[in-house]
T-cell receptor, first 118, second 116 residues
Framework: AQTVTQSQPEMSVQEAETVTLSCTYD???????LFWYKQPPSRQMILVIR??????QNATENRFSVNFQKAAKSFSLKISDSQLGDAAMYFC???????????????FGKGTLLTVNP | ETGVTQTPRHLVMGMTNKKSLKCEQH?????MYWYKQSAKKPLELMFV???????ENNSVPSRFSPECPNSSHLFLHLHTLQPEDSALYLC???????????????FGSGTRLTVV
C-alpha cells in the first residue's frame, strides 16, 4: 500500500516571502498522480497543483510550483510571494494511475499547517 | 450552483439517533466518495461509488450506510453512532472516464458531526 509522509506539522512564512512544504511518498508503481490540496478554515479542500509521474517537467500554477524528484519519491510545494490568503492546512496526496491499479483511492498525508505572518 | 455541495454543515446527534448526510455534485462527474477527517489523522476513505455502483468499502462499520441513487447525489446514513465517530465528513467527486478525465477530486465543504 502507498503511504504519504509530510514531516512538517507546522510552517510559518512572512508575507511576500517564499516557503517550501515537504512531501515524500512510498510506492512500487511507476505511473501515478500527485496532488497538493489546500484546506482553509472554510474546510473545503481546494486543489492547488497536480503532477503526473510520467512527466519530468515540474508543474506550476501561478505562485505555486512543485519540485518532483521521482527517484527520491519527493514532491515538495513551493509558494512564492506568500499572501495572507495562503494560510491553510496543506495536504499532499497520491493516486495510482488507473491503468496500473483501478483503485480510486486518494491517499493523503497528515498535512502541514501554514501560517502567514503580516 | 456549481461544485460539490454538502448538507448540513453542522450536525449534533445523540448515539441513538438516525440522521443522513447529503452530497450533491453539479460537475457531471462519474465517481463520488465519502472521506472521514479526524484531528491529527490522515483523511480516511470510507466509500467509493463509480457510475452509481459501490466499488470500495474500507471496512467501515455498518452504522454508516451509503446510498448513491444517481450520479449526482450521495448520502451517508448514520445510526447508533459512537462519540469517536465525531469528525468532519467530506464528500468528493471525480471524472474518471471519458472526456475531462483528470483523476483529481473536487471536494465539498464537509459536515462537522458531533456525537453526544
Amino acid at each position: 500500500a502507498q503511504t504519504v509522509t509530510q514531516s512538517q506539522p507546522e510552517m510559518s512564512v512572512q508575507e511576500a516571502e517564499t516557503v517550501t512544504l515537504s512531501c515524500t511518498y512510498d510506492t512500487s508503481e511507476s505511473d501515478y498522480y500527485l496532488f497538493w490540496y489546500k484546506q482553509p478554515p472554510s474546510r473545503q479542500m481546494i486543489l492547488v497543483i497536480r503532477q503526473e509521474a510520467y512527466k519530468q517537467q515540474n508543474a506550476t500554477e501561478n505562485r505555486f510550483s512543485v519540485n518532483f524528484q521521482k527517484a527520491a519519491k519527493s514532491f515538495s510545494l513551493k509558494i512564492s510571494d506568500s499572501q495572507l490568503g495562503d494560510a491553510a492546512m496543506y495536504f499532499c496526496a497520491y493516486r495510482s494511475a488507473p491503468w496500473v491499479d483501478s483503485n480510486y483511492k486518494l491517499t493523503f498525508g497528515k498535512g502541514t499547517l501554514l501560517t502567514v505572518n503580516p | 450552483e456549481t461544485g460539490v455541495t454538502q448538507t448540513p454543515r453542522h450536525l449534533v446527534m445523540g448515539m441513538t439517533n438516525k440522521k443522513s448526510l447529503k452530497c450533491e455534485q453539479h460537475l457531471g462527474h462519474n465517481a463520488m466518495y465519502w472521506y472521514k477527517q479526524s484531528a491529527k489523522k490522515p483523511l480516511e476513505l470510507m466509500f467509493v461509488y463509480s457510475l452509481e455502483e459501490r466499488v470500495e468499502n474500507n471496512s467501515v462499520p455498518s452504522r454508516f450506510s451509503p446510498e448513491c441513487p444517481n450520479s449526482s447525489h450521495l448520502f451517508l446514513h448514520l445510526h447508533t453512532l459512537q462519540p469517536e465517530d465525531s469528525a468532519l465528513y467530506l464528500c468528493a467527486s471525480s471524472q474518471d472516464r471519458g472526456q475531462g478525465t483528470n483523476y483529481g477530486y473536487t471536494f465539498g465543504s464537509g459536515t462537522r458531526l458531533t456525537v453526544v
